[in-house]
């Protein structure tokens, strides 16, 4: 798999996804503004590697600047944090991951070489952290998809929204490592069809099986189509367990209830804000008229109409089966097993009714 985002000499390379799969180009960020243009405009997107990109953004801005002492650099480090994290509302990563930049600036001392290499090697941190993370999700979801049959996955949770393997993605990539024969039913995710580009793309270059159906077919396939179970990312869970998702995983969810298939969730801890009660208190981001009107650059409504473009919505935990953490898997009640898992160490197996 191709690397989603890679920090260099010259800047940080962004894999521009509005671009996928016709063309693979990188996107170089020569400043933070840069970095923060391309999670903004979905150059970058998927709350795990908005995090990471974050991250490198800040460190990027560090960098770059000209200050020649700690005191001169702190509020052009404010500014630097404010502007990664006014790109996008929803995903918490973004917020985690400038919240551990802070901590690594505090930390780092007053000579400016020490706080550049600090912050530099806090990012290239987070993005290794990122994949190790994914891959042990992948270990422990892996054990609850079907050794066979239909797997549907909405929006894109994969390699290409992570520093790489991916969340709902590297389920089912560990699930086919161990031998099970998965055929995924991709969602295609209006407005910005993900699924179809990105979950497509990235699925069929690793030979895994995949259909892609428009957003509406999901009900007919979940009652029809031999669907065996559901499992997708997260931009922000709720300490009740309460998912904020791309939009159109909430209608996903309730059809898989009353169908009878498991919904699973796939996202690091760093995914979780347990500061929020319920998913109501969830930020939903609402982006441009634009990207429902028009696909590229035709228009496919008529000129002047109403639009309503959230980009997230909320799934309710009583839809939820089970959420997969890297550090093992909870079930309801959320408000006792999710704090549990957060705060247990990395690779320790479950919490509440967990596996
Ligand atoms: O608007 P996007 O493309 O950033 O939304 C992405 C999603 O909703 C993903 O499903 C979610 O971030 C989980 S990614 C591992």
Redesign the pocket.
Known sequence: MIPTLEWTEEGVKLLDQLRLPANVEYMLCRDYQDVARGIKD?II????A?GVAAAMGVALGVKRSQAKTRTELDPEFDRICATIAGTRPT?VNLFWAVERMRRAYLAAGDDMAQIKERLEREAKQVYAEDIAINQAMGRHGALLMPSEGRVLTH???GAL??AGY???LGVIRAAVEMGKRIEVFADETRP?L?GARLTAWELQQDGIPTTVITDNMAGHFLRNGGIRAVV????RIARNGDVA??VGTYSVAVLAKENNVPFYVAAPISTLDLTLATGELIPIEQRSPREVTHIKDVQITPEAIGVANP??DVTPNRYVTAIITEHGVARAPYEESLPRLAGAPKGVGGAGGAD
């Open positions: 979905m997107r998927g709350a795990p908005i995903a929006c894109n949770a929204a992570t991916g969340t709902a910005y993900q997708v990312g997260a931009d998702n791309k980009a997230f």
